[in-house]
């Protein structure tokens, strides 16, 4: 997982705060993710020192969240038996990919790294602190959902979970070089703390699929769209790891690539009209969540020379594309009208910030928040009302477009 772009489904919870003794000490979990990533390369020691210019880690409603399912589903829809849907030549021939293991090697680090980050100073350096973090976290919530996945389906379908379990080798190595990279500003993040005290958002497996089909190729595509980017301008590239976008965002390319042939197995999802307002659903969940982030940290693509909405409209743009070739319904998000409602939402969310941030009471705060909160939610409803696209996958025989001569 790349981009666990899912938060605005979550209802609001208060604000947990980590204090940096807690959440920013030895990083004793990557010696407990490595025994997954066995192939990884070897890491070299972390070097974490407390609270060196960290004060406090913040989870919000547009914080990267960790999920969870229900495993007895799972099974059922996995077995083999039951499904006779499941092509397992094509799951053999996936895991054989994902054995071949491209990227065992990829993940090694250079001198470059503490060179870039030291030279990294004031808000510029402090925002790529944020995005190493979210992104360790959004790595290390793929990693967490596909191990268990991985342990729980064993027995009903051992190369569904043989899957699974390579598939978070690939994100502990992306979590764990992501918090090598937080080493580098002299941080790390307790990923064995996070797994303990993080709140779990339940998913019933048919949503699981939406969402981290979804979060995949979103994470496809924000990889890919930056590496493409800093290849062609170099002199935005004040940081190496982006580097090495090209090769790990295949990674998530496969992974969405999984979730595709899984939900294939699994028609049901895909082919009422319950799966297109789903469908619909998920696309603008991720597409809104991603664009209100990212609009919210412009300064982090200026740094590296992006423009924050082109850049988002971009990666929303392809993602809708590639999603339209699986999901039975996406949004019409090259429609103009798409993008001004995004910049309304984005609009409404700076007013609801600006609420957040002021000097009144808590009660006053949600008084204020309430008009802004429906504007918003209005904003919303009426993208997902707009004329959806129908689409599907070309590999099913019942969508297969008819030749009109
Ligand atoms: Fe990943
Ligand atoms: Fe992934």
Not at 193 to 199: C, E, G
Not at 227 to 247: D, M, S
Not at 336 to 350: C, T, W
Request: proline content about 6%; hydrophobic content about 40%.
């Amino acid at each position: 997982m790349a981009a666990a772009e899912m938060s605005l489904l979550k209802p609001i919870k208060p604000i947990t705060r980590f204090g940096a003794p807690t959440a920013v000490r030895r990083p004793t979990s990557l010696v407990r993710m490595s025994s997954v990533a066995a192939t990884a390369p070897p890491k070299p020691k972390p070097k974490p020192k407390k609270g060196g210019g960290k004060s406090e880690i913040q989870e919000t409603l547009l914080t990267p969240r960790f999920y969870t399912t229900d495993f007895d589903e799972m099974e059922a829809l996995f077995n083999t038996q039951m499904n006779k849907n499941l092509n397992e030549a094509e799951f053999e021939a996936l895991l054989n990919e994902f054995k071949t293991d491209y990227n065992q090697t990829h993940f090694v680090r250079n001198k470059e790294f503490k060179e870039a980050a030291d030279k990294l100073e004031g808000p510029l350096r402090q925002i790529f602190v944020e995005f190493l973090e979210r992104s360790c976290t959004a790595e290390f919530s793929g990693f967490l959902l596909y191990k268990e996945l991985g342990r729980r389906l064993k027995k009903t379908n051992p190369v569904v979970a043989e899957i699974f379990s390579l598939m978070s080798r690939d994100e502990a190595r992306h979590a764990g070089f992501l918090n090598k990279g937080l080493s580098d500003f002299n941080l790390a993040l307790d990923l064995g703390f996070l797994t303990k005290a993080r709140k779990y958002t339940f998913f019933k497996p048919k949503f699981i699929f939406y969402a981290t089909y979804l979060s995949e190729k979103i994470g496809y595509w924000r990889y890919i769209t930056i590496y493409r980017h800093l290849k062609a301008n170099p002199e935005y590239q004040c940081y190496p790891i982006f580097k090495y976008f090209e090769n790990w965002c295949q990674d998530e390319n496969r992974h969405g690539d999984f979730f595709s042939a899984l939900m294939k197995a699994q028609p049901q999802f895909l082919n009422d009209w319950k799966a297109k307002l789903w469908s619909r659903f998920f696309c603008l969940s991720v597409y809104v969540t991603m664009y209100l982030n990212d609009c919210q940290r412009t300064a982090f693509y200026e740094g590296i020379g992006l423009n924050t909405k082109e850049f988002d409209m971009h990666v929303i743009i392809e993602t809708n594309r590639t999603t339209a070739r699986i999901f039975p319904a996406v949004l019409d998000v090259e429609n103009p009208e798409f993008k001004r409602k995004l910049d309304r939402m984005v609009e409404i969310n700076k007013k609801l910030i600006a609420v957040g941030e002021s000097q009144d009471i808590p009660f006053v705060k949600n008084l204020k928040k309430i008009p802004h909160v429906a504007t918003l939610a209005s904003e919303i409803l009426a993208a997902y009302l707009m004329p959806p696209i129908e689409s599907g996958s070309v590999d099913f025989a019942e969508f297969e477009p008819k030749l009109v001569y």
